[in-house]
């Protein structure tokens, strides 16, 4: 019995080296350097305890990023996912033709951040005016989409949601091409409406689908760098330092790794919360 | 309750070939219809299109006098209980039941009470509140059935609903459809690839072979007189063995086995090859006084009230006899039997049609007549149920 016990722990051996060298360690460290101040070299200086806490929460830069990334995730995943079941919804259907639009609608998952941000800046561009043509054509008048701190945020959502949205509905089309066709035949024999169909067979059936994606998109919004980076460099005054700008900034401009660190264990701390809170409902039935 | 028509009803996916060539049948109001043929031969694409889950490519489709060709499958007033149960996961039992209802205009109580009078028909009580997942396979499929009964439809379609189920449960369950359907009278149409599912169930049965209808009639009638080897050799728990036999004059010889022709002659006529079929069970022991044929024993199954026994005939067909009562015999001993001649089913060589005689056409003529006369008079009390709704 022990040595079989043994024989099973070895097996384990392999798993908990790479999650500690990759997992644990981090997290550890994290949690440690976010007790600590650092001097400009990005030593540690001095232990502070929980003070690097008390100063993010009562920092305006700190509280702005917050508010910016909470806004941003906000005007983008819901839109952003509702937007993609929609295609979805739309190129499920078995004609031919659709073969061509699944095509299109997933094309952006090969796109770079990079690569869509300087699309979306041409469109922004107050010079090229893209967009602006259109506004002015149906009888608004022109905005300075990146400039201006109250459309910026906006015009930043827009093009992510663009971004995700190829790999959002790649997956809830798969998700849904996975749903048995006869459950369809079934409620069409019954006559059921298609709103009904919606609400009692497909959206309950996609859960899990739609959990995945949802969970994902969170994630990219609150990663989000490279297009709020590229489109506003920093933007109009601070409205557009979201959580990841000034884990950056603060790292590798102003070597602060401390409240950095805090930053980070703050992050994961809540998304760790939030994960047990979901999974732990039963979302399979 | 309702009658389904099928008028010269074709199929095809890609335009050239045809998955179903002309099918032609009526299906009565209130008659328990199997369809029954191997897999692909084009069954459950005839129940989809009456449902309505595939379009015609040509001929007619008319559902209780009226033409449905492209009517949408809820308004063809029908339920359908498919292969895989098809029960929403996520939904209890009761919700899985009353799924749909709402659209028929039935109140919530309404809802229930037919759900519970269904349910104690199909004794699931007690398992109203489960999910699908929670409850045997046996269950689920009565589930499914139940979904069929509630909405109370005229017409219901069953896509081989007990091939998921094991041998007694099939068996339990196949019985307590049969029942149901005659306390409703409901026009049932059933589809199966199980033909003693489809002999024990049907009022008639179609057998379908590569999208071709084969024969048409009442089970036993099939049993007994099949149109062709096809329908011959699917038709029985055992298929009729068959051997090709050579006329020679006034026998018949198959290797060393010769069967001397009597009235039988006049039927094969000119023919010079032959198709012998003799179904298992008119295969017997010789007794002393008959002149039996021997053959070598292959393989015997002993199963209780009756004897299965193999054995080679000619150089490459097994046939298969069944003797009632139990035979212990070995293995490569020897076997007289007996097979009298009326028993003796023969078959053109090269159309695999039966060889019918004059006194069956007349019969099958009589026959013919008679299901034309009853379709006659159906129509004139049609005909005088309408002109008297007219008058009041």
């Known amino acids: 019995m022990y040595s079989l016990m043994k024989a099973g722990f070895l097996y384990l051996v392999p798993s908990f080296m790479l999650f500690t060298v990759f997992l644990f360690y981090k997290t550890v460290r994290t949690a440690y350097l976010s007790k600590y101040i650092t001097d400009m070299q990005g030593t540690l200086a001095t232990f502070v305890d929980i003070e690097n806490f008390t100063y993010l929460f009562t920092s305006p830069a700190f509280l702005t990023s917050a508010k910016a990334t909470v806004l941003f995730v906000l005007y983008t995943v819901p839109i952003g996912v509702i937007l993609a079941l929609c295609l979805a919804l739309f190129a499920n259907s078995k004609l031919r033709e659709n073969r061509f639009f699944r095509k299109l609608f997933s094309s952006t998952i090969g796109m770079s951040v990079v690569a869509s941000s300087v699309i979306w800046m041409f469109m922004y561009n107050p010079t090229i005016e893209v967009i602006n043509y259109f506004l002015i054509a149906i009888g608004y008048s022109e905005i300075q989409w990146l400039l201006d701190p109250s459309t910026a945020l906006i015009a930043v959502s827009i093009g992510s949601i663009w971004m995700n949205i190829g790999f959002c509905f790649f997956i809830l089309l798969g998700g849904l091409q996975n749903i048995d066709s006869q459950l369809y035949e079934s409620a069409s024999i019954a006559g059921v409406s298609g709103a009904y169909k919606l609400r009692k067979i497909i959206i309950p059936m996609l859960l899990p689908t739609l959990f995945f994606v949802i969970t994902v998109s969170f994630i990219n919004a609150f990663q989000a760098f490279g297009q709020i980076e590229i489109l506003t460099k920093d933007g109009p005054i601070e409205s557009m330092t979201t959580f990841v700008d000034s884990i950056y900034k603060d790292t590798f401009i102003n070597y602060n790794i401390g409240s950095e660190s805090a930053i980070l264990f703050f992050c994961i701390f809540i998304v760790t919360i939030a994960q047990f809170k979901f999974v732990a409902r039963k979302l399979y039935y | ?392």
């Open chain 2, 1 to 392: 309750m309702k009658r389904v028509e099928l008028k010269e009803v074709r199929k095809s996916y890609d335009r050239r070939t045809d998955v179903l060539s002309g099918i032609d049948v009526t299906i009565e109001p209130g008659e328990f219809f199997v369809l029954v043929g191997p897999s692909g031969c084009g069954k459950s694409t005839i129940l989809r299109i009456i449902a309505g889950l595939e379009n015609v490519t040509g001929g007619e489709l008319r559902i209780g006098g009226k033409r449905a060709n492209h009517l949408l499958p809820s308004q063809r007033d029908l339920s359908m209980v498919f292969q895989n149960y098809v029960l929403y996961p996520h939904l209890t039992v009761q919700e899985n039941i009353t799924f749909g209802l709402h659209v028929k205009r039935l109140s919530k109580a309404e809802q229930k009470q037919r759900c519970l009078e269904t349910a104690e028909i199909l004794g699931l009580t007690d398992y109203l509140k489960r999910k699908p997942k929670e409850i045997s396979r046996g269950h689920r499929q009565r589930v499914a059935l139940a979904r069929a009964i509630v909405t109370h439809a005229p017409i219901c379609l069953m896509d081989e609903p007990l091939s998921n189920l094991e041998a007694k449960l099939r068996t339990k369950i196949r019985s307590e459809i049969r029942g149901i359907q005659q306390k409703l009278g409901m026009t049932m149409i059933y589809v199966t690839n199980d033909q003693t599912e489809a002999m024990t169930v049907a009022d008639r049965l179609m057998i379908l072979n590569s999208g071709e209808v084969q024969q048409i009639g009442k089970p036993l009638h099939i049993y007994n007189y099949p149109v062709n080897t096809f329908v011959a050799s699917f038709i029985g728990a055992r298929p009729m063995n068959l051997i090709e036999a050579e006329v020679n004059g006034s026998s018949l010889i198959v290797d060393e086995w010769t069967v001397p022709m009597s009235d039988m002659i006049d039927l094969i006529g000119k023919r010079k090859r032959v198709m012998i079929g003799v179904r298992p069970e008119n295969i017997r022991a010789a007794r002393q006084d008959e002149p039996g044929f021997d053959v070598t024993v292959a393989n015997v199954e002993v199963q209780g009230t009756e004897t299965l026994i193999t054995f080679h005939m000619g150089s490459s067909d097994q046939w298969i006899a069944r003797l009632a009562g139990q035979w212990n015999l070995e293995v490569g001993k020897s076997l007289s039997i007996y097979i009298e001649d009326q028993h003796l089913c023969f078959f053109d060589t090269s159309s695999s049609q039966r060889i019918i005689s004059h006194a069956e056409k007349l019969a099958n003529f009589r026959g013919d007549l008679s299901g034309e006369y009853t379709a006659y008079r159906n129509k004139v009390e049609g005909l005088e149920q309408a002109v008297g709704r007219v008058n009041v």
